[in-house]
């Protein structure tokens, strides 16, 4: 089974320009997080989707990252303009839903990330 | 809010020894616990995960367990091997997946 694709790997800008990242979660799954890592902390949580609708973005700077996930599949992460202290790994992942009718909550499985560094 | 904190911060051992990583967490209302190992550069690679009505899971040289109540889970890792060099997270999942800052182990050959 192929595991949650991201792209970019890497990419460097420059401090006020745009950038854009790449989600493609595994088939089927209907819940996709972004979370944003800077260097030496844990992952935060920017975004969940549960298909195309958002469920939570209240730790997401709406001034300047914006997400999508049309057709409810993949989704794209977006920073503009871009601040220096944007330089951080964000790393996306998805899961099946998010609670079972049981009351224990669906396993996340995570993509390799993208390093961004703004200069 | 939920707080997870990870104690040691870095940790180095000669290769063969035995050790415990530790994770805390401020509020037991949560469905379940995770451990994760993240390479240099690299996504999270998940190694156990707990539900909250178990005490401990085992994979291999890993052992984690879980006291919910007391809001604490170590990860046991036995004869430590250099390829076990990496960063260690503790996530619990609550109405959100949170994280500790992690642990930076280093195995000394």
């Known amino acids: 089974e192929a595991g949650v694709a991201q792209s970019p790997r890497y990419k460097i800008i420059e401090k006020r320009q745009s950038v854009a990242f790449w989600c493609n979660p595994i088939?089927?799954?209907?819940?996709l997080y972004w979370y944003q890592q800077i260097l030496g902390q844990g992952p935060k949580l920017l975004i969940q989707?549960?298909?195309?609708?958002?469920?939570?973005d209240s730790q997401l700077p709406k001034d300047r990252f914006s997400a999508e996930r049309l057709k409810g599949v993949d989704s794209t992460l977006k920073i503009q303009p871009a601040k220096l202290e944007d330089s951080a790994v964000y790393l996306c992942?998805?899961?099946?839903?998010?609670?079972?009718?049981?009351?224990?909550?669906?396993?996340?499985?995570f993509g390799p990330g993208t390093r961004l560094t703004v200069t | 809010k939920q707080e997870v904190t990870q104690i040691p911060a870095a940790l180095s051992v000669p290769e063969g020894e035995n050790l415990v990583l530790n994770c805390s967490f401020t509020d037991s209302a949560i469905y379940n616990l995770q451990w994760f190992r993240q390479d240099p550069g690299k996504g999270l690679t998940s190694l156990l995960l707990i539900q909250s009505s178990q005490r401990e899971q085992t994979s291999g040289r890993l052992n984690a367990s879980l006291d919910k109540s007391s809001g604490r889970s170590t990860l046991y890792i036995a004869a430590s091997q250099p390829g076990d060099s990496a960063t260690y997270l503790c996530a619990v999942r609550a109405n959100n997946l949170f994280f500790g800052t992690g642990t930076r182990l280093t195995v000394i050959p």
């Open positions: 992942a998805s899961s099946l839903g998010e609670i079972r009718v049981s009351g224990t909550a669906y396993e996340q499985y």
């Open positions: 088939s089927g799954h209907a819940t």
């Open positions: 989707f549960q298909n195309n609708g958002v469920v939570d």
